[in-house]
Each structure stands twice: as C-alpha cells, then as structure tokens.
C-alpha cells in the first residue's frame, strides 16, 4: 500500500524503493520498540497534522498513535484510525474521546483557546514546527524523536533522507535553465502558485530547478500570463485541487489554455501530502519531480 | 355590535393565550435542551453519570463542568444576543434585512479578527497573550466600526435611519475589500484561521469568554428592555415618536451602542454565527407579535435555543469531529422559515 496511491499519480520505480527502504527502516527500529518503554510513560498520542504523523510512521513508533486529524492520510493504515476533524479547527471533547494521553501536533494546531483547554484537562500538547527547510525537517525528527524515545531512530531516519537526497541531486541532469511551477488552485477563476517559503520551492531549489513563482512569497494568486510569458516545463498540481479532472480537462481550463497550446500540457497531479507537507519523503517527492521531467 | 365586540374580544383571548402558551413553551424547553446539551458529546460521559455515579473520573467530571456546561451556556447566551439585536435593527431601520451585519458590526469584527491573525503570524503582539488577541481585536473592530457609523451618518447630534443604513453599506463595503487586500497578503495557514473564524465556532469557550459575554449582554437586554415603548413609537416614525416626547436621537445612538455592543461581545469569541440575528426575529413575528415587550424575550429564548440545538448537531453529527456552527444554524432554522412564510402565504 505503501507505493500504492490513486491512479492518476505518476509513480516510478525509484520513489517506490526509497519509500520501501524508510519502511524498512522503520520496520527494523520497529523490532526493538515494544521492549522500549516510551519515556517510562503510556503514550496514547491524537496526532495532528500529516507531517507529524507520517513521522511517527516513520520512526516506527505508530503503535501510540490512537486518533489522528483530517490531513493525516499517509501511510494508508493511518486512515483506519478515529478521526477528531482539521488540525487547526479542533474539538477538546472530541480529542479527549479518542484516550489519547498525548497530542503531537503541527503548529496551527488550534483555536487556541482549544489548546488552553485541552491543557487545563491534563492533556499534555506537544506543538512541532514545520519550517519549510531541511534542516527544519531534521529538527522535527529530533524533537519527535526525543519526545518518543527513538533519538537513534531519528538519526537513522535523518541519515537516510538526506542521503536519499544527495543521491537524486548527485544524478539529476537538471539545471537552472529548467523552469517548473506548482500550482495550489486551477480553477476558471484563475491560478494559485506556491512561491518561496513554500514545500514545492524548497523540493525545486533543492534540485536547482527554477521556480517560475519564485518572486511570490507563500500561496499566492497570480496571473496567467506568467505561464505564457515564461512557459515551465513542467506544471505540478496536488490532487485534492483537481479531484474528477484529467489533465486535458486542466489544460482546456481558460487559465491553462495558452500555456498547454505553447507548451504542451505538461502537468502533473501529485499527493498533496508529500508536496505540500515537510515528510520524511521529501526525498521521494523530489524523484518524482525529477523523474517527470526526463 | 355586542356580538363582534364579544367575537373580537374572544380572539384577543385566544391569540393572548396561544402567545402565552408559546413564550411558557420555549421557555420550558430551554432547560430540556441545557440538559441535552450537557448530556451528548464525544466523550462518553453524561449528566447522570456525573450526578449519580460514584466510580466517574475527575476528567468525565471536568468534561462536564470545563467544556460543555460553559459551551451550552455561551450558546444560549450569544443566540439570546444576537436575537435581540437583529429585532432591535428591524424594528429601528424598519428594514426587515437588518441584521447586525447592516451596521458593519460584523464586518468590523472580521476585519479586525484577521488583521489580528495576521499580526500573530507575524511580529506578533508584545503585550498581549496569544489566546486574547484575536477576541480583544474582534471587539475593538466592533467598536470602531460603530464609532465610524456614527462619524459617517451623525451629523450634529442628528441620527437619520436612512443614513445610518447608507453608512452601514459603505463600512461593510470597506471592511470587506480590507478583508480581501489581507486574504491576499497572508500565508496560506493564516487565511485558513480566518476563513475558520468567519465560520464561528464554540470549540474552547470556557467561563473565561462566557462570564464578559453574559455581563455585556444582560445588561444590553435590560438596557433595550427598559426602551422597548420608545423603541415601538420609534418604529411607527421618528415625527410620531417625538410628538409623544420621545428624544428619539438619544435613543437611537444608546440602543446602536447596546446592540452594537452586544453583537461585539458574542462574535468576538466565537466569531461569526450567521442567519440567528437576520432571520429568528422574523420567525418570532410571525409565530407570535411584532410588539417589543413580548417579541425582545421571545426572540432571546428562541435564538439561544436555536443556537445551543445547532451546537448540538455541530459536535454530535460527525463525532468526535465538529462542524462549522454558522452552517447548523442555517441548516436548522431556514427549513422552518420557509415552513412559517408558506404558511403566512397559505400554502399547505
């Protein structure tokens, strides 16, 4: 299930085996788990916000995890857990119905009188940055690490990004000179662009590909004539923004109409987890990249 | 002429009992809804356990008292609030789409709100807790954007509706297009904590938010309630008003501020509850009387009512997760609108 997501995404073989090496990772610092108390305590964590969970997953510590929010939809199996709604519109009573003893959270997490609340009932809140950088990423191991007792997991889960990401850099053929682009929204009423500050930018910087949008800063409306003037090679789109349309309905759309006639309908519809969320597959979103433009 | 004296004065009977029976009735059923209100929630915890069994938890104790108890009385309290206000604008704009948003109440509110998120996200507030900043924003909106109002439509210590309603659009107007230069400039988190706001919500309030808010509204109700035949002559014209010694400018600036201040307090901590303030005094005209000192009561019980039945289903219809409470509110009570307008017009 792992390398299986919806079928309209484009999988290669070499994202698959990153993601089946980080389970096997996480299946071997998994063996040693159940004889590791967790800090002495009964950990029963609500996780909330995809990153946060998908790093729990990761370090192989998924067995505290007891409820989980709306974005968390990675790995699959996570999907079979109680749901207590978004991260940044939670319900106390509905988090403290779950058992949870704990809550791992992305920041955003809120409203923040809910988070007061939850507090003063004894919940203990645990609230993890998510900087849109590597070293950010590293950190956010570290911490969730630390908090779970899986600081040599951590490592090895650091360790094994970063050279996955050495790896795809080293043999990427990519220069500055190829433009890219993702596109939060494409709608008739117009485009959405990630700029700097955001995952996508980060993922086309590393490979030391040019952001088209890279002037905007965050998610930002801008104009569709940016795409004519300085057609990307390449346009990412996350699925949830085009749920039911295939990418020649995309291209028909007035707002990509120009650009698919100059330039093709180079689109691509990705998991909006893995290209809007700082995961440990990083890695993995970058191959995926890389690969659609060879 | 005895005999229709007798035939009107009978109806007058009945239509005084059929009013009395329904004040008593949703009266009495705000305790049943308090009850279920306290009783249904994610947490497998009810009213009874906590009263009669003795093997309950400090935290079933705390979810009682900490989350719901407060919850349901904030509910009842804001409805109340915003109920009354929206009747208090029909009556004085003679506008039957007042509501609290036709001042720019609200709109000021949600300007404010997200001008507040944006500086959370990012210098900040030096002097202020997190958790206060964005109610304490809300609320100065509300205030300045009723003090505009007066600024724009005043005009030596003259008050005309007309005015006001003309002054009302321009805030909302400019409040809205301020609203959208700030969607624009956010990042994508922070839009998201201001769309969220702009839907309401009653997730976290505790007595902290619930204690000011009763405070503000109970003495706005009493405050209107002592101006409810002046408020009446009001609504039959300001030169009918004045003839019978009404100082109709002063009382239009007081009930603008208690309604204004009412509708500050109630959105500033839950953010925007839509359709209670527009639509359930209409409702309590038609069910009962346009005339204030039965219609301010009724429409407070009828909006508290509605709102904590509308929290209900907020947090029990997808447990444990919770919906936006401005879409149960319109979701419960437009079908019964559209029930009572068909019924004015006969239609079975």
Same mark, same amino acid.
């Given at each position: ?117 939850? %507090?003063?009932? &004894?919940? $203990? =809140?645990? *609230?993890? @940055? ?130 698919? %006639?100059?330039? &093709?309908? $180079? =689109?691509? *519809?990705? @998991? ?23 | ?348």
């Amino acid at each position: 299930m792992l390398c299986n997501n919806k079928n309209h995404f484009h999988h290669e073989q070499g994202k698959c085996d990153m993601t089946i090496r980080k389970v096997l990772i996480s299946l071997m610092v998994c063996a040693g788990f159940y004889s590791i108390p967790v800090l002495g305590q009964q950990y029963k964590i609500a996780s909330a916000g995809g990153s946060i969970t998908e790093t729990i997953y990761a370090l192989g510590r998924e067995s505290v995890i007891v409820a989980v929010d709306s974005s968390s939809q990675y790995p699959a199996s996570v999907t079979t857990l109680p749901q207590f709604g978004y991260f940044r519109q939670i319900s106390p009573e509905g988090i403290i119905s779950t058992g949870a003893t704990h809550v791992f959270a992305a920041k955003g997490f809120g409203p923040e009188s809910a988070v007061e609340q939850l %507090s003063s009932l &004894g919940m $203990n =809140v645990e *609230i993890f @940055d998510v900087p849109r950088t590597v070293p950010g990423l590293h950190t956010m191991i570290r911490q969730i690490g630390a908090k779970l007792d899986a600081a040599t997991e951590s490592e090895a889960l650091i360790a094994s990004i970063d050279k996955d990401i050495a790896t795809i850099v080293k043999k990427s053929t990519q220069s500055r000179q190829t433009t890219v682009a993702f596109l939060m929204s494409v709608t008739d009423h117009g485009l959405r662009a990630a700029g700097q500050d955001t995952v996508p930018h980060l993922i086309f910087d590393t490979l030391e590909l040019t952001n088209v949008f890279a002037e905007v800063n965050g998610f930002k409306s801008v104009s569709p004539e940016t795409l004519v003037v300085t057609p990307p090679e390449l346009i990412i789109i996350p699925s949830h923004q085009v749920e039911g349309l295939s990418t020649s309905d995309i291209c028909s759309l007035q707002a990509m109409k120009l650009y698919a %006639s100059a330039k &093709g309908c $180079n =689109v691509l *519809i990705v @998991d909006p987890l893995m290209f809007l969320g700082m995961t440990p597959r990083l890695a993995d979103a970058m191959q995926i990249v890389l690969n659609e433009l060879k | 002429m005895s005999t229709t004296a007798t035939r009107i004065s009978r109806q007058i009977t009945k239509h005084e009992l059929k009013q009395r029976t329904l004040l008593i009735a949703s009266l009495l059923s705000l305790p049943v809804i308090a009850i279920v209100a306290i009783s249904v929630g994610p947490a497998s915890v009810n009213l009874l356990d906590v009263m009669f069994q003795k093997s309950i938890t400090e935290l079933q104790v705390n979810i009682i008292t900490d989350i719901r108890v407060p919850r349901m009385m904030m509910t009842m309290v804001t409805g109340a609030g915003l109920a009354v206000s929206g009747v208090i604008l029909q009556s004085m704009f003679k506008n039957p789409l007042a509501d609290p948003g036709i001042v720019g109440v609200s709109a000021g509110s949600a300007l404010f709100a997200a001008i507040g998120f944006w500086i959370n996200a990012s210098i900040g507030f030096a002097f202020i807790p997190y958790s206060l900043s964005i109610p304490l924003m809300a609320f100065f909106g509300a205030v300045f954007s009723i003090a505009l109002l007066f600024a724009i439509a005043g005009e030596s210590g003259q008050l005309q509706t007309n005015l006001l309603v003309l002054a009302g659009v321009a805030i909302n107007t400019l409040a809205t297009m301020l609203l959208g230069i700030i969607i624009l400039l956010v990042d994508d988190s922070t839009l998201r904590q201001i769309t969220f706001w702009n839907l309401g919500s009653y997730a976290g309030i505790g007595f902290t938010q619930f204690a000011p808010t009763l405070l503000v509204v109970v003495i706005g109700f009493f405050f209107l309630w002592r101006q409810r035949r002046a408020l009446t002559l009001l609504s039959l014209g300001e030169k009918q008003a004045r003839t019978q010694g009404i100082k109709t400018e002063k009382l239009k600036l007081w009930s603008l501020i208690a309604t204004a201040a009412i509708v500050a307090v109630c959105v500033c901590f839950t953010g925007i509850v839509g359709f209670v303030g527009l639509v359930v005094p209409h409702i309590c005209r038609m069910l009962l009387t346009s005339k204030l000192s039965i219609l301010l009561p009724f429409a407070a019980v009828v909006g508290g009512g509605l709102v904590a039945l509308a929290d209900i289903a907020a947090r029990t219809i997808n447990m444990p997760e919770e919906l936006p409470i401005g879409l149960l509110t319109s979701l419960l009570g437009v079908p019964f609108f559209i029930w009572l307008i068909r019924k004015q017009r006969g239609i079975r």
